[in-house]
């Protein structure tokens, strides 16, 4: 077993990751499910999503994910890091309780987006989950990156700003689903 700087061993450290996850995945999930109930309009109808407007499910789905800095530092890391040091059976605990929130959470999106199906809606969370894990650390650099930046204006545009590119993929995304049912086999989402 190795142990870290700080001297806790990297399992002990993985497996306090893990729970660290779970926990702000539970905050997180609590915290949508309730902005996502608590104004009678706050998830309309996705429609509105083909007709341009700035659809507020989709805003309220990313400012939640993006207000919680420290559950996004850990999504991006849980795959590489944290799930490959840590016993199969914490996993299996983990993904199993991971799964039941984006159920539950799919659950929440399809009951306030009519017009997006089950599967779908449990798709749109999914997909938020995973697109944040590879958007978060492109959107929060290092700060010698950040530094590289503000020399160089010409690679700023390397840098995107978290919340509004996490809003336009879900965008992209749920429009795809309601002008392509058929992408519902192909995803594997078939019923």
């Given at each position: 077993m190795s142990?870290?700087?700080a001297g806790c061993s990297t399992s002990a450290a993985a497996t306090v990751g893990l729970w660290?996850?779970?926990v702000h995945a539970r905050l997180g999930g609590i915290a949508l499910a309730s902005a996502s109930r608590s104004g009678g309009s706050e998830l309309p109808d996705v429609r509105d999503v083909l007709q341009g407007s700035d659809p507020p499910g989709i805003t309220t789905i990313a400012r939640t994910i993006a207000e919680r800095p420290l559950f996004c530092d850990l999504i991006s890391e849980m795959s590489a890091v944290l799930e490959r040091n840590v016993s199969a059976?914490?996993?299996?605990?983990f993904k199993s309780q991971s799964l039941d929130k984006v159920d539950d959470l799919g659950a929440v999106v399809a009951d306030r987006m009519p017009d997006l199906d089950g599967p779908h809606a449990r798709e749109t969370i999914a997909a938020?989950?995973?697109i944040t894990a590879g958007l978060w650390p492109i959107a929060n650099p290092a700060?010698?990156?950040t530094a590289m930046y503000a020399?160089?204006?010409?690679?700023t545009r390397a840098h995107v700003d978290f919340e509004d590119r996490l809003q336009q993929l879900l965008s992209t995304l749920i429009t795809g689903f309601l002008v392509a049912p058929e992408t519902r086999e192909r995803a594997g989402c078939g019923s």
């Open positions: 142990t870290s700087a660290v996850i779970t059976a914490a996993v299996q605990a938020a989950l995973i700060p010698h990156v020399e160089d204006p010409a690679l």
